[in-house]
Structures are given as C-alpha cells and as structure tokens.
C-alpha cells in the first residue's frame, strides 16, 4: 500500500486548510484509514480515523468539532478538512492506513498556523 498526501502549508490562525491522502497498491484489504500528527521528539498522536465501510469516526479531544474526516470509498482517497485552526496545531500530519498485515504510512505534509 502507497499513501501520497497533499494539501499541507501556511495558514493564518482561524483558517483553513485540507489534506488529502490517496491510496494505491494492495488496498482492498484496507479496513481503516486516519490521520496522526507528531512534533519533534514527542510521540505520534491520533487526529482523526475513519472505517472503510461505514464511514464510522473517531477524533482526538483537541480537534473535535473543527476537523473532519471523510472518505471517497471508491477512489481510496481520504480527506482531513481543519477549520478553526490554532498555532497549536502546527506540526507535521501523517496520513495512516490499516489492513489485517500492517499499517501504513505516507510522508507527512507539514501544517504552520501563524500570522
């Protein structure tokens, strides 16, 4: 499985931005798919996941009610739309997918909320 995100960069507090990630290879197998953010040194945290089929979600305590997850079942591409966004949320964004094998991973765009 192959992840390639896009979307990351600069945006002034209070903005907007959306990632994407789309899926390629073996992803048939794929049952969930998420995005996780990390700092420097610290550990990955989870941002937001989404189930295949179903569409059910999870989000993180700090992002719920201004980001949202979603999915082009069809086109194994998932999107993270951030609203609201803070200087805290500046960091890098990992796109995740899961199967039965392994998890895996795509480069992590970087997200920088300042003015």
């Known amino acids: 499985v192959h992840l390639v995100e896009s979307g990351g960069g600069l945006v002034q507090p209070g903005g907007s931005l959306r990632l994407s990630c789309a899926a390629s290879?073996?992803?048939?197998?794929?049952?969930?798919m998420g995005w996780y953010r990390q700092d420097l040194g610290k550990r990955r945290e989870l941002v937001a996941t989404?189930?295949?089929?179903?569409?059910?979600?999870v989000y993180s305590d700090s992002v719920k009610g201004r980001f949202t997850i979603s999915r082009a079942y069809v086109q194994n591409t998932m999107y993270l739309e951030m609203n609201l966004l803070k200087p805290g949320d500046t960091t890098v964004y990992f796109c995740?997918?899961?199967?039965?094998?392994?998890?895996?991973w795509g480069q992590g765009p970087q997200v920088t909320v300042s003015s």
């Open positions: 290879g073996s992803t048939s197998n794929i049952h969930v």
């Open positions: 989404i189930t295949r089929i179903g569409g059910r979600t």
């Open positions: 995740n997918a899961r199967d039965l094998a392994a998890h895996y």
